[in-house]
C-alpha cells in the first residue's frame, strides 16, 4: 500500500486495470454496487434477499478510516457510475429532468440491505446508505417540486445523523446537515435553509477536527460560505461561532 495524492494506492490495481471501474479514487473498490444495479431486474424476491445479505456482510462494523468505497457502491446501485445530482451543476439538473428518475427498482433492493445492516449492528452502513438515499430524496424533490420528497430527504439525513452518532462517524455528524441546507436552498425554503446552516456550522466546531485533523479543503470551503450566508443574516450568531472555532482551517474560512 502506499499514498496516491489524499488517496491510499494498492499496487494490485495494476494488475486489475483491465476490469473497468474497478478503482475509485485511487482506491480499489470493485464494483459490486455497479453489479448489483444491472443484475436487479432479473432477480427474483428471494434472491435480492440473498444478494443483500451478501452485500451486508460486507460492510465493516467500526468506521473504516475511508468512506469513499461504501459511497461509491451505494451511489453505483442507484445506477449512477458517475457523481451528478442536482446540486452539482445546472446542466446536470436539466439533464435529469429531460431523462427521468426512476429509482423504485434499486430503492427496494436497499430497503432489504437497510434491514440486513440493522440487523447486523453496521451503524456506519446506515449512515452511507441513509446519505445516498437523502441525496436521490432531495434531488426528486427538486425536479418534481415535490414537497413530500423534501420531508423525506431530511428525514434520512436526520436518521443517518443518529447512526452516524453511534459509530463516530465524525465527518457525517455535521456534512448531512450541510446537505440538507443546500437542498433546501434550491428548494428555495430559507427557514429550513438557516435552521440547517447552523446545525452545519455548529456541529462542525464539535467534529469538523476530529474527521480532518489538518483540514479539508473541500467541507472547510463549502462551510465557509454557508458562514458568510449565516453571518449575513444573523451577526450575532456568526459573531458567538468566531469565539468558540479553533480549528484554524475553519477559522481562516469562516474569516
Not at 32 to 56: E, F, T
Not at 80 to 98: A, H, N, T, Y
Not at 171 to 198: I, P, V
Amino acid at each position: 500500500m502506499r499514498m496516491k495524492g489524499n488517496s491510499v494506492y494498492d499496487r494490485r490495481l495494476d494488475s486489475i486495470k483491465k476490469i473497468e471501474r474497478a478503482d475509485y479514487g485511487g482506491v480499489y473498490v470493485g464494483s459490486p454496487g455497479r453489479d448489483v444495479y444491472h443484475m436487479l431486474q432479473y432477480l427474483s424476491d428471494n434472491q435480492m434477499k440473498i444478494v443483500a445479505k451478501k452485500l451486508a456482510d460486507k460492510f465493516p462494523i467500526k468506521r473504516p478510516s475511508t468512506n469513499s468505497q461504501y459511497s461509491a457502491c451505494i451511489r453505483f446501485i442507484y445506477g449512477q457510475f458517475e457523481k451528478q445530482g442536482v446540486l452539482r451543476s445546472s446542466s446536470d439538473l436539466k439533464r435529469m429532468k429531460r431523462e427521468g428518475v426512476d429509482w423504485s427498482l434499486s430503492r427496494k433492493f436497499l430497503k432489504l440491505l437497510e434491514k440486513e445492516l440493522k440487523k447486523e449492528n453496521k451503524n456506519h452502513g446506515l449512515v452511507i446508505l441513509y446519505e445516498m438515499e437523502g441525496h436521490r430524496s432531495g434531488d426528486e424533490a427538486i425536479i418534481d417540486n415535490n414537497s413530500n420528497k423534501m420531508y423525506e430527504m431530511e428525514q434520512f439525513y436526520l436518521k443517518g445523523i443518529k447512526s452516524a452518532d453511534k459509530c463516530n462517524s465524525y465527518k457525517h455528524m455535521f456534512s448531512l446537515y450541510y446537505w440538507a441546507s443546500q437542498y433546501f436552498k434550491k428548494f428555495g425554503n430559507g427557514e429550513k435553509r438557516m435552521y440547517y446552516s447552523k446545525k452545519a456550522i455548529k456541529q462542525s466546531l464539535k467534529y469538523y477536527h476530529k474527521y480532518f485533523p489538518s483540514g479539508d479543503r473541500y467541507y472547510s470551503n463549502r462551510l465557509g460560505k454557508t458562514f458568510s450566508y449565516v453571518n449575513g443574516n444573523d451577526p450575532k450568531f456568526g459573531k458567538k461561532i468566531m469565539k468558540k472555532v479553533v480549528n484554524e482551517k475553519l477559522k481562516k474560512a469562516f474569516k
